[in-house]
């Protein structure tokens, strides 16, 4: 059972997001107040990322592909750079081949470069699941420089969403983050139609914009 003093102190987070998130929606703060976001919600009772992955390794982002996609110099430097797709998270395409810009793609893919490019990073690979995905890329979470997780800043923001599809060891956290950022309003849960969402969104969660 939670003690009191703890209760209150979830209970006085989760009012400042609501406040912050509130705040954004009027334009009042920036939108992309990425890290403070996933620094606060790290201690809505997140699972540590030491607990779901067990390797780790150092590099550095010299390019974002899109939201949930980057390419990095890992260290010591090598010969290839190596592509990667963050865990757990899907942002609006602005690059697929097949498909259009999608609604806020682009402001995405800027939050993602304005907050990692160009920086020193620990990637983050998961214990129980494949280290790479069906084109080949390493699947991590990605831990910026001060302690905040690219993969949960993207979707507190509402620059993403926590991708279903493929489970992983925080889904339910991911999923949680998902629905304070539609009820703050934050990012493109400010303005979305329900066609713009992606299909597999769409057809997974279709009341996903009346909770």
């Not at 334009?27 to 780790?56: C, F, H, Y």
């Not at 757990?88 to 304005?114: C, M, S, W, Y």
């Not at 790479?132 to 390493?138: A, M, N, S």
Request: glycine share 10%; aromatic share 8%.
């Amino acid at each position: 059972m939670e003690s009191g003093g703890k209760m209150k102190h979830k209970s006085l987070i989760g009012l400042i997001l609501a406040i912050i998130g509130v705040l954004a929606g009027f334009g009042i703060i920036p939108a992309v107040w990425g890290p403070v976001a996933s620094v606060v919600s790290q201690n809505l009772d997140m699972i540590p990322i030491e607990k779901i992955a067990d390797r780790t390794m150092q590099a550095t982002i010299v390019r974002v592909i899109d939201g949930d996609t980057v390419e990095v110099d890992l260290i010591p430097p090598g010969d290839e750079l190596e592509m990667l797709r963050l865990i757990g998270v899907d942002t609006p395409e602005t690059v697929h081949p097949a498909l259009p810009i999608q609604f806020f793609g682009p402001e995405a893919t800027r939050f993602v470069k304005n907050i990692c490019l160009g920086q020193v990073v620990t990637l983050h690979l998961q214990k129980d699941g494949p280290d790479r995905g069906r084109y080949e890329r390493l699947l991590v979470y990605v831990e910026l420089p001060d302690g905040t997780i690219l993969n949960e800043a993207i979707i507190s923001n509402g620059f993403g969403y926590s991708y279903t599809k493929y489970k992983h060891a925080k889904t339910a956290e991911y999923n949680q983050l998902q629905k304070t950022a539609i009820a703050g309003k934050r990012g493109l849960w400010a303005g979305v139609k329900f066609d713009d969402l992606p299909v597999w969104l769409r057809k997974s969660n279709p009341d996903i914009l009346k909770q």
